[in-house]
Antibody, heavy 116, light 110 residues
């Protein structure tokens, strides 16, 4: 069965970076895009960007350009999302989600807390 | 503030039919299909409706979707207590070059 398993919760100080992983299984890794979506406490869903695991191509939401990097490792079927220069407003649950035309499978989410 | 608008809340009693609206523009809903996601408390979102009105395997036929122009709606008939959740619409946005989510609607079953 399709699974997206994310890394565990992180606590970071303002100005630091965080790298969240998303390991895919149960399907052909290179056949589906992976998106990252975040959700601040009590807030809605916010799209951050997309990576094509077949060639590593990326497209980031303008809001995050310059601070986010998405990469993939085809040997382990894992996608990574790194966010730099963290601030308190980046405290959120970060989800990876698989897609072709819709997000049909989601990871369990990774809570990133930014606090001094 | 999202470019796609949903009412922040909706409610109904068990057995009732409720609808949730989703309003966008020509660069998103007007030029793309709409998907709906259900997020139960403390869990990841789940695909509920795709391509405006299609249900993934396992989603009860109590859930239905429609789209007209730059608006879409989700209908839930025979409301059940387990339907209490947050519901999000989403569509590709040509201007943003990415998907855009509505702000979400919290459904309460009274």
């Amino acid at each position: 069965q399709v699974q997206l398993v994310q890394s565990g919760a992180e606590v970071k100080k303002p100005g630091a970076s965080v790298k969240v992983s998303c390991r895919a299984s149960g399907y052909t890794f290179t056949s589906f895009y992976i998106h990252w979506v975040r959700q601040a406490p009590g807030q809605g869903l916010e799209w951050m960007g997309i990576i094509d695991p077949s060639d590593g191509g990326t497209n980031y939401a303008q809001k995050f350009q310059g601070r986010v990097t998405m990469t993939r490792d085809t040997s382990t079927n894992t996608v990574y999302m790194e966010l730099t220069s963290l601030r308190s407003e980046d405290t959120a649950v970060y989800y990876c989600a698989r897609s072709k035309r819709n997000f049909d499978y989601w990871g369990q989410g990774t809570l990133v807390t930014v606090s001094s | 503030q999202s470019v796609v608008t949903q009412p922040p809340s909706a409610s109904g009693t068990p057995g009732q039919r409720v609808t949730i609206s989703c309003s966008g523009g020509s660069s998103n809903i007007g030029s793309s299909t709409v998907n709906w996601y259900q997020q139960l408390p403390g869990t990841a979102p789940k695909l509920l409706i795709y391509s405006n009105n299609q249900r993934p395997s396992g989603v009860p036929d109590r859930f239905s979707g429609s789209k007209s122009g730059t608006s879409a709606s989700l209908a839930i008939s025979g409301l059940q207590s387990e339907d209490e959740a947050d519901y999000y619409c989403a569509a590709w946005d040509d201007s943003l070059k990415g998907p855009v989510f509505g702000g979400g609607t919290k459904l309460t079953v009274l």
